[in-house]
């Protein structure tokens, strides 16, 4: 009886490293949940971008207009950014003759928008869930009143507010 006693009170080497690994795994968890929170610091940032909408309908620059500014849209929901503005210019097209004119009938529309956000230690240009960079072809640009798909993303300009740091 004496010997199982003895034998409860010492610890084998498995023993003594499921100790380790279990206080290993608990301070890993503390650091990942208490001190990555104090470590980011979201920051509002402001974007503004551009969008082209290419070869539609030339009668839709009129349409649009009627609903310019117009809140951003996703999945139902309205998001804190907005359509600012948007401007035509011309879709060409390749001629028979091989020379590049202007279609009549299609447009390239050019749309400003602005979106809030915050970013924390790396910036996620996203708009809800779609991300934007420059180049991206697969962008949708939809409001309560407008919608478009597969438009490009021209450019894109941060504006990080100061948060008095």
């Known amino acids: 009886m004496k010997e199982k006693a003895a034998k409860l009170g010492k610890f084998n080497v498995v023993d003594v490293a499921a100790v380790i690994f279990i206080a290993l795994a608990v301070i890993f968890v503390l650091w990942k949940v208490v001190l990555s929170d104090r470590g980011e610091s979201d920051r509002p940032v402001t974007m503004t971008y551009r969008v082209m909408a290419e070869g539609v309908a030339s009668d839709l620059y009129e349409s ?3 609903h310019i500014p117009s809140t951003l849209m996703a999945s139902g929901n309205l998001l804190d950014g907005e359509i600012l503005s948007v401007e035509q210019g011309p879709y060409y097209v390749l001629g028979t003759d091989g020379e590049w004119s202007p279609d ?11 979106h809030h956000s915050t970013a924390g230690d ?4 996203k708009v809800d869930e779609q991300e934007i960079r420059i180049g991206r072809k697969d962008y949708t640009l939809k409001t309560e009143y407008i919608e478009f798909h597969n438009t490009v993303l021209l450019d894109i300009d941060w504006d990080f507010e100061d948060s008095g740091e």
């Open 64 to 66: 649009v207009q009627k």
């Open 104 to 114: 009549p009938q299609h447009v390239n529309l050019y749309f400003t928008v602005r």
């Open 122 to 125: 790396v910036l996620l240009s």
